[in-house]
């Protein structure tokens, strides 16, 4: 079983629809849980991170974690064709060690 | 403030050889990590380093090492490259160790070994 796992895609929403990525993980212990943004040929930029139960907004984004069900998920409102690209989940434990799901690819259709 | 800076940004190496690879993390950031990310195995952890230390060690062959010097600058060196190092490698910094420092990524060095 896979550390971190995410649906590889593609994910294909049209532009001004909610897109939807979603993140399990295996280890408990995690910690902190990271989303990050990667356009082909670039490196990952992060766009959130999140570390307690619940919501968090932040402009379009809205990161979402249960710890109890292990999942971690990212809600992008009123998606953009700019939006496209591999979105990276990443947990990290009490010995900092950064996992990293294998990425989704979303393709945001004008 | 500058970001994560990666040199070279591109080089090529033929099988056997060896690469050195450096990083300079953000200012005021101590802790330096390193990624190698491919098309079928995506982002994999190579190390940690915090003070110069290195704290924490993925599942990579000893062929791959690294260091970090005083000014938290990091070096990453890969020996006897095989075709299957051909890869993306990224350097992240934080602020500091712990589970919840957010890290930042450099631009990468695109490593091609023929």
């Known amino acids: 079983q896979k550390e971190v796992e995410q649906n590889s895609g593609p994910l294909s929403v049209p532009e001004g629809a909610i897109a939807s990525l979603n993140c399990t993980y295996s280890?408990?212990?995690?910690?902190?849980f990271f989303w990050y943004r990667q356009y082909s040929g670039k490196s990952p930029e992060l766009i959130m991170f999140?570390?307690?139960?619940g919501d968090k907004e932040d402009g379009r984004f809205t990161a979402q974690l249960n710890k109890a069900s292990q999942y971690v998920s990212l809600l992008i409102r009123d998606s953009q064709p700019s939006d496209s690209a591999t979105y990276l989940c990443a947990v990290n434990n009490w010995d900092n060690d950064m996992r990293f799901g294998a990425g989704t690819r979303l393709t945001v259709k004008p | 403030k500058a970001g994560v800076t990666q040199t070279p940004r591109y080089l090529i190496k033929t099988r056997g050889q060896q690469v050195t690879l450096s990083c300079s993390p953000i200012?005021?950031?101590?802790?330096v990590s390193w990624y190698q990310q491919t098309p079928g195995q995506g982002l994999q952890f190579l190390f940690e380093?915090?003070?110069?230390?290195?704290?924490n060690k993925g599942n990579f062959p000893g062929r791959f090492s690294g260091r970090q010097f005083s000014n938290s600058r990091s070096e990453m060196n890969v020996s006897t490259l095989e075709l299957g190092d051909s890869a993306l490698y990224l350097c992240?910094?934080?602020?500091?160790?712990?589970?919840?420092?957010?890290?930042?990524f450099g631009e990468g060095s695109w490593l091609t070994v023929v």
């Open positions: 999140i570390y307690s139960n």
């Open positions: 380093y915090f003070s110069e230390t290195q704290r």
């Open positions: 280890d408990r212990g995690s910690q902190s």
């Open positions: 200012s005021g950031h101590r802790s």
């Open positions: 992240a910094s934080s602020l500091s160790e712990g589970s919840g420092n957010t890290i930042y």
